[in-house]
Nanobody, 116 residues
Framework: QVQLVESGGGLVHPGGSLNLSCAAS????????MSWHRQTPGNEREFVAR????????YYARAVRGRFTISRDNAKNTVDLQMHSLKPEDTAIYYC?????????WGQGTQVTVSS
């Protein structure tokens, strides 16, 4: 059974930092690129960051480039999202995603709230 479980969300002041983590099980983790997405009420889920299966290549949405860093540890089956200089507009539920073959998997999400 494939599981993606996010953790690390919470409440942070503007300008603060958070580190999200996603733990995968039931899959050949190192075989797939992984990504983070986010969603706010009434809006579509949007792409945040992506990392290749090897971890060598990364790609970021323009809104987070230079502030967020995605990384992975294939030995631990985890993918992290380090978030710095957080803004109120970063408030959302953050989801991790991976695709193995024709199946696309999502975690349950973790809430990030940026507010003073």
């Amino acid at each position: 059974q494939v599981q993606l479980v996010e953790s690390g969300g919470g409440l942070v002041h503007p300008g603060g930092s958070l580190n999200l983590s996603c733990a995968a099980s039931g899959v050949n983790f190192s075989a797939a690129a992984m990504s983070w997405h986010r969603q706010t009420p009434g809006n579509e889920r949007e792409f945040v960051a992506r990392i290749s299966s090897s971890g060598i290549n990364t790609y970021y949405a323009r809104a987070v480039r230079g502030r967020f860093t995605i990384s992975r540890d294939n030995a631990k089956n985890t993918v992290d999202l380090q978030m710095h200089s957080l803004k109120p507009e970063d408030t959302a539920i953050y989801y991790c995603n991976g695709r193995w073959g024709s199946m696309n998997y999502w975690g349950q999400g973790t809430q990030v709230t940026v507010s003073s």
